[in-house]
């Protein structure tokens, strides 16, 4: 339906994190960079600092319970030697500045120190010592900055990016030969080891699928996420990134709309991993940047034939909502997927066309736009 476009705007602006909330992201995120990186304890260890997460990705959603918050993470990349400090000593050094600056507000977690405020949460992600030349992309504008990719639309992973500012091409190819094929380094306190991480390819799959679909996949990860958090909630995994990764892979490119974006994606889900489900079997899917991590290395087999159930309930009612050549019954179907914050049909007598003045419907002449739309692809 024509008029669909409209109600997922006004669905995504339900959704999506409010003004207040962007801010309360930023001013928590910058105090504790800026304290970290003159932090006399510190100082000395810490290469840069930069932000990571669906809040960096541009496909966080607004928090559904009022005593949630939203939440940052911050990856803080130091010359630790993994070959010389254990995780938990890693970790520890950054108690004292816990204590300094948020007593009584952090706790210790599996592979971060996680910070409570009271108007965000923070993470706070140490990784081992980088090689010389990741650190030089480490200390760049691409990585150090504090823009997310919706606010950075031209961003690519480069040694010469800034912000409007054209790329330098030999500079560009190099940095991404170079960022590809090294990796992060993360304690995991409670299994004692270091681990693997490559959250700078999180990012730019990220940017690249959502140019391959024409800015309207983190639009279709947001929708997917609130459906997950607030229709089916159990079981608990997955959820956050890995629900975020298993879009990517299954999100179609060349989608025209949001709508679409759903269907492919709840029915790609259905359709590749039925064997799996049936069998109480986790599938592996390899993580951006670290082919041998399993995304999904942590959901049990019972858990993910749960959630692909749930899932090929949600992929027959998108079919059928996204089929519907009706606009009223349409919007009812994608109310039902998604719940109350989803705009409410059009009245019978609207449904053919829509009128202003009623209740329900934001009719759209000129092409309205909501945030993530197409970047810069790299």
Request: proline share 6%; hydrophobic share 35%.
């Amino acid at each position: 339906m024509s008029a669909v476009p409209s109600y997922f705007i006004d669905f995504l602006r339900n959704i999506r994190l409010t003004e207040s909330q962007v801010q309360d992201c930023k001013d928590g995120h910058s105090t504790l960079r800026e304290r970290l990186h003159k932090d006399e304890d510190l100082k000395d260890i810490i290469v840069e600092s930069f932000l990571q997460g669906s809040y960096r990705r541009a496909t966080a959603v607004r928090p559904f319970e009022d005593s949630k918050k939203s939440d940052v993470d911050v990856i803080v990349v130091t010359t630790l030697d993994r070959n010389e400090v254990t995780p938990q000593q890693a970790l520890d050094m950054f108690k004292p500045f816990l204590e300094k600056y948020y007593k009584g507000k952090y706790k210790a977690q599996g592979r971060s120190w996680g910070i409570e405020l009271s108007y965000v949460e923070l993470d706070l992600v140490p990784t081992s010592a980088p090689s010389e030349a990741q650190a030089q992309l480490i200390k760049s504008a691409s990585v150090s900055n504090d823009q997310t990719l919706e606010e950075a639309r031209d961003w690519r992973l480069s040694l010469s990016w800034r912000p409007g500012r054209a790329l330098g091409a030999m500079m560009e190819k190099a940095a991404d030969e170079q960022w590809r094929k090294e990796i992060l380094w993360i304690p995991d306190r409670e299994v004692k080891i270091w681990d693997e991480t490559h959250p700078l390819a999180q990012i730019v799959a990220t940017q690249v699928k959502n140019a391959n679909c024409n800015g309207h996949y983190v639009n279709v990860v947001k929708c997917l996420k609130w459906w997950r958090t607030t229709q089916r909630p159990k079981p608990k995994y997955p959820k956050s990134y890995p629900l975020e990764h298993l879009c990517c892979v299954n999100c179609s490119d060349g989608i025209q709309s949001i709508a679409a974006g759903v269907v492919s994606t709840l029915e790609g889900i259905r359709d590749r991993y039925q064997a799996d489900a049936l069998n109480k079997r986790t599938p592996f899917i390899s993580d951006h940047g670290v082919p041998g991590h399993n995304v999904l290395g942590r959901v049990s087999g019972e858990d993910f034939a749960a959630f692909h159930g749930h899932t090929t309930e949600a992929a027959e009612l998108a079919r059928r909502a996204y089929d519907d050549k009706d606009l009223r019954e349409s919007v009812i179907l994608w109310r039902k997927l998604f719940g109350d914050r989803f705009p409410e049909p059009p009245p019978k007598s609207d449904a053919g066309g829509g009128s202003p003045d009623k209740p329900g419907y934001t009719p759209r002449e000129n092409v309205s736009i909501i945030g993530g739309g197409r970047f810069a692809m790299s």
